[in-house]
């Protein structure tokens, strides 16, 4: 069973900079692919957005058009940890932001098959 647990949300101005971290522990019974998602505010659980993947092995990473190129995820496989560097930073950037992961590696951007989930970090841009 896995657990993950989310750190590094905070508060910023617009066009500034977070890095989150993902902390992992416990274990699936295969190598699971991890998603960021995040959940704005006033969204339900189910409008949560995919942001990144993060692949098993050091694959390359996905994400979604509204994140390319401001956005980086990686890991740390010693130390069993999820980034996500978040670089200019808009309002709209606004959520909560959650790691989550799916031991089939199915459609990263789909939330119905992730197994597990941490309880999320909140990040606000002001403007």
């Known amino acids: 069973h896995l657990q993950l647990r989310e750190s590094g949300g905070g508060s910023v101005r617009a066009g500034g900079s977070l890095t989150l971290s993902c902390e992992i522990s416990?274990?699936?019974?295969?190598?699971?692919?991890f998603t960021w998602f995040r959940q704005a505010p006033g969204k339900q659980r189910d409008e949560r957005e995919a942001?990144?993947?993060?692949?098993?092995?050091?694959?390359?990473?996905r994400y979604s058009g509204f994140v390319q190129g401001r956005f980086t995820a990686s890991q740390d496989n010693a130390r069993r940890i999820l980034y996500l560097q978040m670089n200019d930073l808009r309002p709209d950037d606004t959520a909560m932001y959650y790691c989550?992961?799916?031991?089939?590696?199915?459609?990263?951007?789909?939330?119905?098959?992730?197994?597990?989930w941490g309880k999320g970090s909140l990040v606000t841009v002001s403007s």
């Open positions: 942001v990144a993947s993060v692949v098993p092995g050091g694959g390359n990473s």
């Open positions: 989550a992961a799916d031991p089939e590696c199915g459609d990263w951007t789909d939330t119905f098959v992730m197994d597990y």
């Open positions: 416990g274990d699936s019974y295969r190598d699971p692919c």
